[in-house]
Each structure stands twice: as structure tokens, then as C-alpha cells.
């Protein structure tokens, strides 16, 4: 093992004005901190991750994990993570990034690597030219030679004109690492350690190696919302154009808003105003929009969807949503299914090639196949009488249920069964059965005339 990550991530992020430690804030769906996760995890053996004791644990799992009880600085950050890396040789190599950077990418990190073996250094910055580096640490060269780096809090008029600046990204070669971080105190305007302090020091006996990163960044380093909000603009624009590239079209890709984790198969389209959003996987063939929301739902191939909501849901194949659907969690639907305007689903199963075309609500339904359920239709599932319980309905294959039925469950509507339209029913329809649940009309001839004269 000569290889080891250390991930920043400690601190509240007092510029986020947030109850959510800043790391944590997602960007299209994931925490912040695992983009800097993915940037070193192939480049080191090891990754660990020093956090505040704020942090949820549970989203940590599979980390190599320190807390750092208070925020007294980046170096002390890094100081909390040595303890784990005594079996690390002297010469062994340390890697360390800020959890709020996602913007770099592992291609960044293998390329400062092989720059840091090639010059043979003791330590490498990544260092940036930035048009507003305001915040930034600044770096302070003579001639060509590094000096030191100088926070935005500590630094001079003429420092603050510096443009080159800290990414925050480094290597050292361990025994240089624990060197400098013996030698840092917290004497400075913010009264924390500087891990940046560590750099002045070594080149006091060391050659310190600095690497300008090739790609320029929008952001280096995410400390408020309006960061935050560039940095998605930024990995949302990867996102799309790497499906793009796979085969998927977007209409007008600058209103979609689409997760890190989200699938789509070729020849999906795209139409605009479209959030597809969490462990959401869609098919091929699809035509999604314009205006969808998905959450975390499976859309199997060649469906359509369009001005619809449809959360923790299976979606079968050649299946209709909207205009106007409310897919609600926990459904299944079959193979060519159509929910049209204006119907909610719940918790619900619908065999293929059953349609819920107009204004319905069904819940808590097990729906079979061949199945059509007029306008109008409405599961009566919850009788408020019974705690939050819902009651079934069971509607098996074949059943045609007229329009503006009432369907008072629990209830079953056997195989074949024929519901007139406007029926409230209360009681089993058997086989193959009509059921008319309503008042018989009557006609009174000529009574409107009579009434008038
Ligand atoms: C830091 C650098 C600055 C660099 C910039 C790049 C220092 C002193 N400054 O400034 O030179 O240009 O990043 O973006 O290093 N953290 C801890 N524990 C702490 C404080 C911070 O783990 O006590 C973590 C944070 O979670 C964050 C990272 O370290 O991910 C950087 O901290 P932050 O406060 O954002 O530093 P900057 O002021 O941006
Ligand atoms: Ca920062």
C-alpha cells in the first residue's frame, strides 16, 4: 500500500447558511462530497474521509471514516486523519481534496499524479489561474519559484492580485506531510490551522512542484448557494451530453433537469421541461414530456408520458401516462397500460392492456387484464372509520366498469363482470354478471309543460 486519499469534508460550511452540512448538499441527486469520492478512488488504494460529527453516518457507509469533533482548520482536518495511515510508509504518497470541489474529475487527479512521480517532487499543488479569485488561497511565487500560500484573510493588497491560485488539491510524500503539520499554528485572522501553511513550509527544504490544471473551472470549490447552483448548471450539462451521446434526444436540454443516476435507452426523446430525478430508469423508444416529473420509477421501452407525475413506480412496456396523470408510489403496470387526464394511481396493480383513460381514482386496486374503467371511476378505499387502513379492490380481467362508477371497497369485481354506469357498488359482482347500483330513472311524460302552465 503506497497510495492514500484524503477527502476533506469536515466542517459545517457556515456559508451555505444551512442545518445540512455543506459536503452533503446534493448536486442532480448526490451528495457533494462523492464527486470528490469518484475523483481519487481509482487514483489511491485507500480513500478517507475526515467529517464533521454532524453527518448522517448511514450515507458514509463503505468509507474509511475520521471525525473531526470541531472545525479548527484544514490542517487539523488532515491531522485527524494521520492516526489511520501509520502503516503507510515515509515515502508513501498522500493525496489530498476538498470534498467541496466535484467539478474535479479523476482525469484532474491521475494527471497531477503521473506530473508528481515525472518531476520526482516531495509535494504538488494543483494550482488554477482564475479571473475572480477572490476567496481563494493565492499563490506566492519568486521568479519561478514557489513561496508560499497566502489565504484571501491574510493576504496584502497586492497578494489579493494574484490570479493563480489554490485549488486545494495536493501530494505530498508522507513523511514532508507530517513535517509541515507539526510546524502550523492557528496565529492567523480566522484561528485555524492552514493546511496551506504546510506548503511555505516544506519549500523551505524541498522543491514544491506546482501544476496548473488544464480545464477551467466555473467554480473552485462550492462554499455558498450561488456556487452550489454553478456547479450543478455544470456536472447537469455532463450529465445530459453523456446521454446524448448514448442515443437519447433532448428537445431543448437547458430545461431538463436530469440525476447523476438516472438511465435512459436509445432513441428516448425528450421533450422539454422534464425532471427526471433519483434511481429513475427509463427504456428505450420512450417519449417522455413535455412537462414530467419521474422519481425514482422503472419506464420500460416505447412508452409515452407526457404533463404527468409518476413517482416509486413500475411502468411496463408500450404504456400511456398523462396528459395530466398522478402516478403515485408503488405501482405496477403492466404492458400497454393507459392512465389518461386527470387520473391518480396508488398502490396499485394494472394487468395489460387494461386503460384508466379519464378522471378516475383507483387505489389500493388490483387490476387484471383486458379491463376498462369508465370516466369517472372511483375506488372507495379508505371508510375513516378504520384508523389510516385502506381497503382493497379487486377488479379481474375482462370487467367493464361504466362511467362515474363508485367501487366501495373492500370489494370484487369477478371475471367479466359488467358495471352500469353511475353504479355505487357495495357487494361482489360474480362472473360474467351485470351490476346496476343506481335509481331507476323514471319519466314523467309532458310534466315540465304542465309545471309551466
Ligand atoms: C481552501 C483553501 C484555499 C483554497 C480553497 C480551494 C485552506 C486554509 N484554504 O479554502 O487555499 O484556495 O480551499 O477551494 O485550506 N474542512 C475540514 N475541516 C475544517 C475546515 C474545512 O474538513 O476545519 C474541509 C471542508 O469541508 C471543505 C474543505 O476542507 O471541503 C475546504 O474548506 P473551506 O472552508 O471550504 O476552505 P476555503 O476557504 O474554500
Ligand atoms: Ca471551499
Redesign the pocket.
Known sequence: MKKVSIV????I?KRMHSKTS??MHKICGREMLFYATDAVKNVTERVIL?VSPHINSEALKGFEVVY?EA????G??VKKAMPLISSLPDDGTIVIV????PLIREGDISSLMDFHVKEGNGVTILAAVSENPA???RIVRIGNEFVH?V?ESEATEEEKKIKE????IYIFRKDLLIEGLSQIDNKNTQG?Y???DVLGIIAHKERVGIKILERKLPV??V?NRVELSIATANIQTEIVERLMLEGVTFINPQTTSVDYFVKIGEDTTVYPFCILEGKTEIGMDCTLGPFVRITDSFVGKSTKIQYSFVRGSYIGEECSIGPFSSVRPENVFEKKVKIGSFVEVKKSKVSENSKVPHLSYIGDAIVGKDVNVGAGTVTCNFSGLEGEKKNPTFIEDGVFIGSNSTLVAPIILRKGAYIAAGSVVTEEVPQYSLAVGRARQVNKIGWVKRRKD
Open positions: 476533506l469534508a469536515g466542517g460550511g455543506k459536503v475526515v473531526q472545525p479548527l482548520g484544514t487539523d482536518a476538498p470534498g467541496d470541489n476567496g481563494l488561497g500560500i489565504e491560485i489554490s485549488t486545494g485555524e492552514y493546511l496551506t473552485y470549490g462554499n
